[in-house]
């Protein structure tokens, strides 16, 4: 009882976001506050309370805030359980993506398609950190295990921590640059929607800071490689020729290749011309765009059994699963809507200015990454962190083109990824490689990450200044 009420509330929140967000019926409104308590609600009976404790902290943080404002309880409810709508709609929707990454043998087809490409350490290097942010599009950080399990498959005969440092920190750097510019990723479009930056500016930024990035751990490996005194060049060139060896008879390889490349083209087309085009905000448009553009991808390969057969899957066991993100974005958006009962923006200004007046040299733009590090090595994960300080920021008038906000902001939603052990992208590379979530993150990626910090800044404190 107590499952089906997660998923039933669950996706009437979902379902009721879209109607309310078209045909604003107070009834319906009130009914989707009212789900997103029960989501809480049933969810703290499905999880440990030691795993449940960081929504249920936001939540009852929220709680005294608003009993302390003198805000009517009723009220906070209702509003505070729609401050993250549009956010948790994109939650429920956006998992679908990786249903057609799944139809075809489109990752071993890419492998084949550019086995010229990955003939050497630093191409191969190269070609893991760009798949990684690719394939991020479709699987979030479920990128980090698909990618590791295939290089394992790739690299079947290579042992040893120089292998592991070889596949782990290709595949986290590459997973922490996308969270940059990729827009699929909910933390990333939050930003973007929580200062208004123009989508095309940001993605820009971002992908320009991504591409610095990736020759910086590029010339890291190099260096990397050389302090392992390993050559990696001759087992890559030896297991890929296995592999195209063993892929060689399979037709269709190319085909795949280039269907995978037309898909994501294709992705990225719409969102860009939609939001051109619709006047829809994008945590409203992208959502749409993903239902629309999977079904197409169903209808035009005539697979609708698999699809309804994947909503089914979709609908009895990925809910249940989602509904721990979910609360937690449920307890934050109720802790946010409290705060701003408050006088709580207002004085984050007032310290804002008072800070400047006695560093002038040092400008919001350079805390803004360091604290969503510190929150992160906390144990708050990129999402949550987003939420809260994009909460704060979309209340505060900031003198700063909101570009740079979001460049910012989610280069230290990268840092954390690369360096914090709390949160799940090394925890789950840590199950996968059976080394320490320290030794994944700050032995491995230290300097790198401080590099990457100094590069950001320079770009963005020169934009800030000229």
Not at 347 to 375: D, K, R
Not at 402 to 430: D, H, R
Request: charged share 10%; proline share 4%.
């Amino acid at each position: 009882m107590i499952t089906r009420g997660v998923k039933i509330s669950t996706l009437c929140y979902a379902v009721l976001h879209f109607i309310t967000y078209f045909c604003q019926y107070k009834f319906l409104v009130d009914l989707q506050s009212i789900s997103g308590f029960l989501i809480l609600f049933f969810a703290a009976f499905v999880f440990p309370v030691k795993k449940f404790k960081l929504p249920l902290s936001l939540f009852l943080i929220g709680m005294i805030v608003l009993i302390v404002s003198d805000t009517p309880i009723i009220k906070g409810l209702l509003n505070g359980f729609l401050q993250m709508r549009n956010i948790i709609g994109l939650l429920v929707v956006v998992p679908i993506i990786s249903w057609v990454l799944t139809e075809e043998s489109y990752i071993p087809s890419m492998i084949k398609f550019s086995q010229q490409l990955l003939n050497s350490s630093r191409k191969m290097y190269f070609g893991i950190m760009t798949f990684t942010q690719i394939i991020a599009y479709f699987l979030l950080f479920g990128a980090i295990p698909m990618i590791y399990q295939f290089l394992n498959m790739v690299l079947k005969h290579e042992k040893g921590e120089v292998w592991e440092h070889f596949k782990g920190t290709s595949i986290l750097r590459g997973f922490a640059l996308s969270v940059m510019w990729v827009v699929s990723i909910p933390s990333y479009i939050f930003a973007i929607e929580a200062v208004n930056a123009t989508l095309w500016k940001a993605i820009l930024q971002g992908l320009g800071a991504a591409s610095i990035g990736i020759f910086i751990a590029l010339i890291f490996s190099h260096y990397e490689e050389k302090r392992y005194k390993a050559d990696l060049s001759a087992s890559l060139k030896r297991e890929i020729a296995d592999l195209i060896e063993q892929v060689g008879e399979e037709k269709g390889k190319n085909r795949l290749a280039i269907e995978f490349m037309v898909l994501c083209v294709t992705f990225l087309g719409l969102i860009f011309s939609l939001n051109a085009i619709l006047p829809l905000n994008l945590m409203m448009l992208i959502p749409l765009i993903i239902i629309g553009w999977t079904i197409s991808y169903y209808v035009l390969k005539r697979r609708v059994g698999s699809f309804i057969k994947q909503v089914r899957i979709h609908y009895n066991k990925s809910l249940v699963q989602e509904s721990f993100q979910i609360s937690v974005m449920l307890g934050a958006g109720f802790l946010i809507y409290a705060l701003n009962q408050t006088n709580f923006a207002e004085n984050v200004i007032n310290g804002i200015y008072s800070m400047q007046e006695m560093f002038p040299l040092i400008n919001l733009l350079y805390l803004l990454p360091l604290m969503v590090i510190i929150l992160g090595f906390a144990g708050l994960g990129p999402l949550t962190v987003m939420v809260l300080v994009g909460g704060i920021l979309e209340n505060l008038n900031l003198p700063y083109p909101p570009e740079l906000i979001v460049l910012a902001i989610s280069s230290g939603s990268a840092i954390s990824i690369l360096l914090s052990p709390m949160i799940m992208p090394i925890i789950v590379l840590s199950n996968l490689n059976g080394l320490s979530g320290f030794k994944n993150g700050i032995k491995f990626n230290l300097l790198y990450a401080l590099v990457l910090y100094t590069i950001v800044q320079i770009y963005v404190q020169a934009m800030l200044y000229f």
